[in-house]
């Protein structure tokens, strides 16, 4: 039914920025808030940045990704973005878009929160 695909990633530099996209069809996307998440080997699955569905009223970020990266949403396109500027080492890792339908309760910052997820695009910041 819903999926979500995500593109974006690829292999960059330390201070380089890189745009991801995640498409959603098979639902009503306008009526989903969108996170993202990240996850690098051996590590658990972080949150990185959310935005509120409808118009995209609201978004939260990570503290470690705040001022550097925006999330956004074109709902004409069915499409949530990240933008990531100044990229770390540290941010390396595999981005994985989620859809969360509402109506439940729950945690913006948790995965458990979110209904359907992308596969997921590697990101790559080399020092």
């Known amino acids: 039914q819903v999926q979500l695909v995500e593109s974006g990633g690829g292999l960059v530099q330390a201070g380089d920025s890189l745009r991801l996209s995640c498409a959603a069809s098979?639902?009503?996307?306008?009526?989903?808030?969108m996170g993202w998440f990240r996850q690098a080997p051996g590590k658990e699955r972080e949150f990185v940045a959310a935005?509120?569905?409808?118009?995209?009223?609201?978004?939260y970020y990570a503290d470690s990704v705040k001022g550097r990266f925006t999330i956004s949403r074109d709902n004409a396109k069915n499409t949530v973005y990240l933008q990531m500027n100044s990229l770390k080492p540290e941010d390396t890792a595999v981005y994985c878009c989620?859809?969360?339908?509402?109506?439940?309760?729950?945690?913006?910052?948790?995965?458990?929160?979110?209904?359907?997820w992308g596969q997921g695009t590697q990101v790559t910041v080399s020092s």
């Open positions: 098979g639902g009503t996307f306008n009526s989903y808030n």
């Open positions: 989620a859809a969360d339908k509402g109506g439940s309760s729950g945690n913006w910052y948790s995965p458990w929160h979110y209904d359907y």
């Open positions: 935005v509120s569905r409808w118009s995209g009223s609201f978004t």
